[in-house]
Protein backbone atom coordinates (compact mmCIF):
# COMPACT_ATOMS: atom_id res chain seq x y z
CA UNK A 1 0.00 0.00 0.00
CA UNK A 2 2.75 2.74 0.86
CA UNK A 3 4.35 2.00 -2.48
CA UNK A 4 0.50 3.18 -4.02
CA UNK A 5 1.23 5.97 -2.15
CA UNK A 6 4.82 7.16 -3.27
CA UNK A 7 3.30 6.45 -7.08
CA UNK A 8 0.63 8.53 -6.98
CA UNK A 9 2.34 11.30 -4.46
CA UNK A 10 5.34 10.78 -7.37
CA UNK A 11 2.82 11.49 -10.25
CA UNK A 12 1.19 14.57 -7.99
CA UNK A 13 5.22 15.98 -8.02
CA UNK A 14 5.42 15.62 -11.87
CA UNK A 15 2.34 17.91 -12.25
CA UNK A 16 2.71 21.38 -12.75
CA UNK A 17 2.40 23.67 -9.87
CA UNK A 18 -0.84 24.99 -10.78
CA UNK A 19 -2.83 21.53 -12.10
CA UNK A 20 -1.85 20.46 -8.36
CA UNK A 21 -4.43 22.17 -6.97
CA UNK A 22 -7.54 21.34 -8.86
CA UNK A 23 -9.45 23.99 -7.87
CA UNK A 24 -7.31 26.49 -8.79
CA UNK A 25 -6.16 24.87 -12.13
CA UNK A 26 -10.00 25.08 -12.85
CA UNK A 27 -10.84 28.70 -12.10
CA UNK A 28 -7.46 29.31 -14.00
CA UNK A 29 -8.50 27.62 -17.08
CA UNK A 30 -12.08 29.31 -16.98
CA UNK A 31 -10.95 32.83 -16.30
CA UNK A 32 -8.32 32.16 -19.70
CA UNK A 33 -11.88 31.39 -21.83
CA UNK A 34 -13.08 34.75 -20.63
CA UNK A 35 -10.27 36.13 -22.05
CA UNK A 36 -11.53 35.72 -25.34
CA UNK A 37 -14.07 38.06 -25.94
CA UNK A 38 -15.47 35.75 -29.26
CA UNK A 39 -15.35 32.49 -26.74
CA UNK A 40 -19.13 33.11 -26.05
CA UNK A 41 -20.09 33.45 -29.58
CA UNK A 42 -21.31 31.03 -31.65
CA UNK A 43 -22.06 33.16 -34.87
CA UNK A 44 -20.05 32.95 -37.56
CA UNK A 45 -19.94 35.03 -40.83
CA UNK A 46 -20.54 32.15 -43.59
CA UNK A 47 -17.44 32.02 -46.17
CA UNK A 48 -14.80 34.62 -46.84
CA UNK A 49 -14.70 37.63 -45.22
CA UNK A 50 -12.55 40.97 -46.63
CA UNK A 51 -13.12 43.35 -44.60
CA UNK A 52 -15.95 46.57 -44.52
CA UNK A 53 -15.93 48.55 -48.11
CA UNK A 54 -18.91 50.80 -46.83
CA UNK A 55 -21.59 48.64 -48.06
CA UNK A 56 -20.61 45.25 -47.28
CA UNK A 57 -23.37 42.52 -46.93
CA UNK A 58 -22.51 39.18 -44.70
CA UNK A 59 -24.19 36.41 -43.70
CA UNK A 60 -23.91 34.42 -40.78
CA UNK A 61 -24.19 31.03 -39.70
CA UNK A 62 -27.91 31.53 -37.97
CA UNK A 63 -29.38 32.02 -41.38
CA UNK A 64 -29.31 35.99 -41.32
CA UNK A 65 -28.21 38.66 -43.46
CA UNK A 66 -26.52 42.07 -42.24
CA UNK A 67 -25.39 45.10 -44.26
CA UNK A 68 -23.19 47.59 -43.11
CA UNK A 69 -24.29 50.90 -42.40
CA UNK A 70 -21.63 53.36 -41.10
CA UNK A 71 -18.66 54.31 -43.97
CA UNK A 72 -15.93 52.38 -42.58
CA UNK A 73 -13.37 51.17 -44.45
CA UNK A 74 -11.36 47.90 -43.07
CA UNK A 75 -9.52 45.78 -45.04
CA UNK A 76 -8.82 42.06 -43.89
CA UNK A 77 -9.33 38.53 -45.09
CA UNK A 78 -10.72 36.25 -42.52
CA UNK A 79 -12.57 32.88 -43.48
CA UNK A 80 -15.44 31.77 -41.33
CA UNK A 81 -14.83 34.33 -38.26
CA UNK A 82 -16.94 34.79 -35.40
CA UNK A 83 -18.44 37.96 -34.97
CA UNK A 84 -20.16 39.24 -32.01
CA UNK A 85 -23.43 41.59 -32.46
CA UNK A 86 -24.31 43.95 -29.76
CA UNK A 87 -26.25 47.13 -30.18
CA UNK A 88 -26.87 47.20 -33.93
CA UNK A 89 -22.89 46.79 -33.73
CA UNK A 90 -20.74 43.91 -35.40
CA UNK A 91 -17.38 42.89 -33.97
CA UNK A 92 -15.72 40.17 -36.28
CA UNK A 93 -12.53 38.17 -34.81
CA UNK A 94 -9.30 39.25 -36.45
CA UNK A 95 -10.40 42.22 -38.23
CA UNK A 96 -12.34 44.95 -36.64
CA UNK A 97 -12.25 43.29 -32.74
CA UNK A 98 -11.77 47.00 -30.84
CA UNK A 99 -14.49 48.85 -32.61
CA UNK A 100 -17.72 47.59 -34.04
CA UNK A 101 -19.26 48.68 -37.04
CA UNK A 102 -22.79 49.58 -37.33
CA UNK A 103 -25.22 46.84 -38.86
CA UNK A 104 -28.56 46.44 -39.91
CA UNK A 105 -29.95 43.07 -40.20
CA UNK A 106 -31.95 42.88 -43.67
CA UNK A 107 -34.85 40.79 -43.70
CA UNK A 108 -36.47 39.47 -46.57
CA UNK A 109 -32.63 38.67 -48.20
CA UNK A 110 -32.70 35.79 -50.10
CA UNK A 111 -29.25 33.61 -51.14
CA UNK A 112 -29.12 32.80 -54.86
CA UNK A 113 -26.40 32.12 -56.89
CA UNK A 114 -25.67 33.94 -60.58
CA UNK A 115 -26.58 31.32 -63.16
CA UNK A 116 -25.68 33.26 -66.47
CA UNK A 117 -24.64 36.39 -68.34
CA UNK A 118 -26.34 36.48 -71.86
CA UNK A 119 -26.22 38.90 -73.99
CA UNK A 120 -29.89 40.25 -75.84
CA UNK A 121 -29.28 42.60 -78.67
CA UNK A 122 -26.33 44.17 -76.86
CA UNK A 123 -27.74 44.22 -73.92
CA UNK A 124 -26.46 42.31 -70.71
CA UNK A 125 -28.59 40.23 -68.58
CA UNK A 126 -28.12 38.39 -65.44
CA UNK A 127 -29.60 35.37 -64.90
CA UNK A 128 -29.99 34.40 -61.02
CA UNK A 129 -30.31 30.35 -59.94
CA UNK A 130 -34.23 30.96 -59.10
CA UNK A 131 -34.78 31.66 -62.97
CA UNK A 132 -35.25 35.64 -61.98
CA UNK A 133 -33.65 38.01 -65.35
CA UNK A 134 -32.35 41.38 -64.05
CA UNK A 135 -30.19 44.59 -65.90
CA UNK A 136 -27.38 46.37 -63.59
CA UNK A 137 -28.67 49.80 -63.13
CA UNK A 138 -25.28 50.94 -63.61
CA UNK A 139 -22.16 50.05 -64.61
CA UNK A 140 -21.31 46.49 -66.46
CA UNK A 141 -22.27 43.30 -65.93
CA UNK A 142 -18.93 40.42 -65.31
CA UNK A 143 -19.24 37.40 -67.00
CA UNK A 144 -16.49 35.87 -63.84
CA UNK A 145 -19.93 36.36 -61.70
CA UNK A 146 -21.23 33.12 -62.87
CA UNK A 147 -21.39 30.65 -60.68
CA UNK A 148 -20.91 33.31 -57.52
CA UNK A 149 -23.09 33.42 -54.58
CA UNK A 150 -25.70 36.24 -55.28
CA UNK A 151 -27.48 38.05 -51.81
CA UNK A 152 -30.49 39.54 -53.18
CA UNK A 153 -32.67 41.77 -51.19
CA UNK A 154 -34.64 45.28 -51.62
CA UNK A 155 -32.99 48.56 -50.03
CA UNK A 156 -34.30 51.29 -52.14
CA UNK A 157 -34.54 49.46 -55.24
CA UNK A 158 -33.39 46.00 -55.80
CA UNK A 159 -29.24 45.00 -54.73
CA UNK A 160 -27.64 41.85 -54.84
CA UNK A 161 -24.16 41.57 -53.11
CA UNK A 162 -21.86 39.61 -55.73
CA UNK A 163 -18.17 39.04 -55.32
CA UNK A 164 -17.77 41.50 -52.83
CA UNK A 165 -19.56 44.16 -55.31
CA UNK A 166 -22.89 46.01 -54.42
CA UNK A 167 -25.12 46.48 -57.64
CA UNK A 168 -28.13 47.86 -58.13
CA UNK A 169 -30.56 45.89 -60.17
CA UNK A 170 -33.70 45.74 -62.49
CA UNK A 171 -35.87 43.36 -63.21
CA UNK A 172 -36.65 42.50 -66.61
CA UNK A 173 -37.46 38.79 -68.72
CA UNK A 174 -35.53 36.46 -70.48
CA UNK A 175 -35.42 36.54 -74.06
CA UNK A 176 -37.72 34.64 -76.48
CA UNK A 177 -34.92 33.20 -78.57
CA UNK A 178 -32.87 30.11 -77.98
CA UNK A 179 -30.02 30.17 -75.92
CA UNK A 180 -28.05 27.44 -74.09
CA UNK A 181 -24.42 27.88 -71.98
CA UNK A 182 -21.90 25.78 -72.36
CA UNK A 183 -21.16 25.81 -68.69
CA UNK A 184 -24.92 23.61 -68.03
CA UNK A 185 -25.86 26.43 -65.30
CA UNK A 186 -29.05 26.82 -67.55
CA UNK A 187 -30.88 25.64 -70.85
CA UNK A 188 -33.23 27.38 -72.14
CA UNK A 189 -35.31 28.01 -75.28
CA UNK A 190 -38.54 29.36 -74.83
CA UNK A 191 -38.62 29.79 -71.27
CA UNK A 192 -41.74 28.59 -69.78
CA UNK A 193 -44.11 31.09 -67.71
CA UNK A 194 -42.85 29.53 -64.11
CA UNK A 195 -38.90 30.66 -65.51
CA UNK A 196 -39.75 34.64 -65.84
CA UNK A 197 -38.02 36.89 -62.92
CA UNK A 198 -40.64 36.10 -59.78
CA UNK A 199 -40.26 39.03 -58.03
CA UNK A 200 -41.41 41.42 -60.57
CA UNK A 201 -44.61 39.65 -61.52
CA UNK A 202 -45.18 38.78 -57.58
CA UNK A 203 -47.64 41.17 -55.29
CA UNK A 204 -45.98 44.43 -54.23
CA UNK A 205 -43.85 43.37 -51.48
CA UNK A 206 -44.61 44.34 -48.04
CA UNK A 207 -42.58 47.14 -46.30
CA UNK A 208 -42.27 48.23 -42.87
CA UNK A 209 -41.55 51.65 -42.04
CA UNK A 210 -40.46 52.48 -38.52
CA UNK A 211 -40.83 56.09 -37.79
CA UNK A 212 -39.06 57.69 -34.80
CA UNK A 213 -41.00 60.82 -33.86
CA UNK A 214 -39.07 61.24 -29.96
CA UNK A 215 -36.12 63.13 -29.18
CA UNK A 216 -34.37 59.70 -27.95
CA UNK A 217 -32.27 57.12 -29.80
CA UNK A 218 -34.47 54.47 -29.75
CA UNK A 219 -34.05 50.54 -30.60
CA UNK A 220 -36.78 48.17 -32.13
CA UNK A 221 -37.58 44.65 -32.12
CA UNK A 222 -40.06 43.11 -34.81
CA UNK A 223 -42.28 39.99 -34.49
CA UNK A 224 -43.57 38.31 -37.36
CA UNK A 225 -44.97 35.13 -37.93
CA UNK A 226 -43.26 32.04 -40.50
CA UNK A 227 -45.11 28.72 -40.62
CA UNK A 228 -41.93 26.96 -40.15
CA UNK A 229 -40.52 28.50 -36.92
CA UNK A 230 -44.08 30.37 -35.73
CA UNK A 231 -43.61 33.72 -33.85
CA UNK A 232 -39.80 34.56 -34.54
CA UNK A 233 -38.59 37.69 -32.97
CA UNK A 234 -35.88 39.98 -34.13
CA UNK A 235 -34.16 43.28 -33.08
CA UNK A 236 -32.38 45.07 -32.54
CA UNK A 237 -33.42 48.08 -35.33
CA UNK A 238 -31.84 51.36 -34.44
CA UNK A 239 -33.94 54.35 -34.97
CA UNK A 240 -32.36 58.19 -34.41
CA UNK A 241 -34.67 60.49 -33.14
CA UNK A 242 -37.11 61.57 -35.74
CA UNK A 243 -35.94 59.48 -38.16
CA UNK A 244 -37.24 56.50 -39.41
CA UNK A 245 -35.94 53.42 -42.02
CA UNK A 246 -37.52 50.57 -43.93
CA UNK A 247 -37.40 46.83 -43.51
CA UNK A 248 -39.05 44.47 -45.92
CA UNK A 249 -41.15 41.61 -44.70
CA UNK A 250 -41.04 39.84 -47.96
CA UNK A 251 -44.60 39.29 -49.13
CA UNK A 252 -45.83 39.21 -45.92
CA UNK A 253 -49.47 40.03 -44.78
CA UNK A 254 -51.35 39.91 -41.41
CA UNK A 255 -50.12 40.54 -38.13
CA UNK A 256 -47.10 42.16 -36.85
CA UNK A 257 -45.99 42.85 -33.09
CA UNK A 258 -43.49 45.54 -32.30
CA UNK A 259 -41.71 46.56 -29.30
CA UNK A 260 -39.23 49.64 -28.62
CA UNK A 261 -36.93 50.85 -26.29
CA UNK A 262 -35.15 53.68 -25.52
CA UNK A 263 -31.18 53.32 -25.20
CA UNK A 264 -31.15 54.03 -22.21
CA UNK A 265 -33.58 51.84 -21.02
CA UNK A 266 -35.87 54.45 -19.46
CA UNK A 267 -39.00 54.65 -21.62
CA UNK A 268 -40.47 51.52 -23.39
CA UNK A 269 -43.38 51.30 -25.94
CA UNK A 270 -45.86 48.17 -26.12
CA UNK A 271 -49.41 47.43 -25.35
CA UNK A 272 -49.89 46.57 -21.90
CA UNK A 273 -53.59 45.20 -22.84
CA UNK A 274 -52.20 42.32 -25.20
CA UNK A 275 -51.74 38.85 -22.74
CA UNK A 276 -48.63 37.80 -25.65
CA UNK A 277 -45.32 37.93 -24.54
CA UNK A 278 -41.55 37.39 -26.84
CA UNK A 279 -38.34 36.70 -25.97
CA UNK A 280 -35.84 38.78 -26.65
CA UNK A 281 -32.01 39.46 -26.35
CA UNK A 282 -31.47 42.54 -24.04
CA UNK A 283 -28.25 43.70 -25.25
CA UNK A 284 -27.21 41.64 -28.74
CA UNK A 285 -29.01 41.41 -32.06
CA UNK A 286 -31.00 38.54 -31.84
CA UNK A 287 -33.57 36.20 -34.29
CA UNK A 288 -35.78 34.13 -32.07
CA UNK A 289 -37.78 31.62 -33.63
CA UNK A 290 -41.09 30.60 -31.74
CA UNK A 291 -40.18 33.03 -29.16
CA UNK A 292 -43.96 33.24 -27.74
CA UNK A 293 -43.36 29.76 -26.41
CA UNK A 294 -39.77 29.33 -25.72
CA UNK A 295 -39.10 29.61 -21.88
CA UNK A 296 -36.66 32.68 -22.36
CA UNK A 297 -34.41 32.23 -19.40
CA UNK A 298 -31.15 33.34 -18.40
CA UNK A 299 -29.94 36.72 -17.88
CA UNK A 300 -29.29 37.98 -21.13
CA UNK A 301 -32.62 37.48 -21.98
CA UNK A 302 -36.43 38.57 -21.50
CA UNK A 303 -39.89 38.29 -22.21
CA UNK A 304 -41.52 41.55 -23.50
CA UNK A 305 -45.11 42.37 -24.63
CA UNK A 306 -45.72 44.24 -28.13
CA UNK A 307 -48.08 46.16 -29.78
CA UNK A 308 -50.06 44.17 -32.73
CA UNK A 309 -49.68 45.89 -36.08
CA UNK A 310 -51.63 44.96 -39.72
CA UNK A 311 -49.70 45.39 -42.33
CA UNK A 312 -50.16 43.95 -46.16
CA UNK A 313 -48.45 45.28 -49.78
CA UNK A 314 -47.25 48.21 -49.79
CA UNK A 315 -45.94 50.69 -46.91
CA UNK A 316 -46.96 50.67 -43.61
CA UNK A 317 -45.96 53.15 -41.22
CA UNK A 318 -45.71 52.70 -37.66
CA UNK A 319 -45.10 55.48 -36.06
CA UNK A 320 -43.39 55.37 -32.17
CA UNK A 321 -44.39 59.15 -30.58
CA UNK A 322 -43.69 60.45 -27.26
Known amino acids: ?28 WNASQQQDPFAPSSLQIVGDFEGWQGNTVVELSDGTFWIQREYTYDYCYEFNPRVILRNGKMWVEGCNEDQGVEVEQLIGAKKLRVADVIDDNGTEILVLSDGSAWTLRRGWIRRSWVGDRCILFRDWGWKCWIDGTLVDLDPTQLPQHSTQRSGGYIQYGTPPSSFFPRFPSAPAETILQLANDTDWLLYACVISFSSSEGWVSRGWYKLDPHQSIQLSLGWYKGTVYLYAEDSQHQYFWYDSNLPYRFCVHRVNAFTIPHSDVLPCTGSDYKKVQASAFQVQPGINTWRFQP
Open 1 to 28: MKQWYAFFFALWLSLPLGAQQWGNWNWN
